[in-house]
C-alpha cells in the first residue's frame, strides 16, 4: 500500500520558530535527521521518493478551460498561516506502518534540538480506475 506523507510547516504543536529563524547548525541537524529517515526507509524498501518544495512564493496556480492561454497566478498569498514543505511517498504493508513512519518525521530535530512536533498528514495513494468500465 502506497501512503503519501506530506510535511506541512507553520503552526506546530512545540510552539518552536519557523526554520528562517533557526541557527545554520540546527537547519543541518534537521536535514541529517530527514536524509537519515530517507536512507533507512531506502534500506527497507518502503521509500518511494521523498522531495522538499520551494516556498509559497514561488508557487503558481494554473486554471485552463481547454481554450486560449491559461490562467497564471501567484499563490499561495503570504497571509497563509502553514505551507506544504515537502513530502514521502512510501509502500508499506499497513497504515499503522505509515502512521509509524509519520510520527518519527513529525518528531525531527528543530530549534533547541527539541522535536517538532510537525503535523504530518498520511493519505492512502489510490489506482486509477479501469478506463475500460
Given at each position: 500500500m502506497r501512503y503519501m506523507l506530506l510535511q506541512n510547516y507553520g503552526q506546530v504543536a512545540s510552539g518552536c520558530p519557523p526554520m528562517n529563524e533557526w541557527t545554520e547548525a540546527e537547519i543541518a541537524a534537521h536535514i541529517r535527521f530527514q536524509?537519515?529517515?530517507n536512507a533507512e526507509l531506502a534500506q527497507t524498501g518502503e521509500l518511494v521518493d521523498?522531495?522538499?518544495l520551494a516556498g509559497p512564493?514561488?508557487?503558481k496556480f494554473v486554471v485552463w478551460d481547454g481554450t486560449g492561454a491559461p490562467?497564471?497566478?501567484d499563490g499561495p498569498f503570504g497571509e497563509a498561516k502553514e505551507l506544504l514543505a515537502g513530502y514521502r511517498v512510501i509502500d508499506v504493508d499497513s497504515a499503522e506502518?505509515?502512521?509509524?513512519?509519520?510520527?518519527r518525521a513529525s518528531?525531527?530535530?528543530?530549534a533547541g534540538g527539541k522535536p517538532i512536533m510537525q503535523p504530518i498528514e498520511v493519505r492512502q495513494v489510490l489506482s486509477a480506475p479501469d478506463p475500460e468500465l
Amino acid at each position: 500500500m502506497r501512503y503519501m506523507l506530506l510535511q506541512n510547516y507553520g503552526q506546530v504543536a512545540s510552539g518552536c520558530p519557523p526554520m528562517n529563524e533557526w541557527t545554520e547548525a540546527e537547519i543541518a541537524a534537521h536535514i541529517r535527521f530527514q536524509i537519515a529517515l530517507n536512507a533507512e526507509l531506502a534500506q527497507t524498501g518502503e521509500l518511494v521518493d521523498a522531495q522538499g518544495l520551494a516556498g509559497p512564493e514561488q508557487a503558481k496556480f494554473v486554471v485552463w478551460d481547454g481554450t486560449g492561454a491559461p490562467v497564471v497566478t501567484d499563490g499561495p498569498f503570504g497571509e497563509a498561516k502553514e505551507l506544504l514543505a515537502g513530502y514521502r511517498v512510501i509502500d508499506v504493508d499497513s497504515a499503522e506502518r505509515a502512521i509509524e513512519i509519520a510520527a518519527r518525521a513529525s518528531a525531527a530535530p528543530a530549534a533547541g534540538g527539541k522535536p517538532i512536533m510537525q503535523p504530518i498528514e498520511v493519505r492512502q495513494v489510490l489506482s486509477a480506475p479501469d478506463p475500460e468500465l
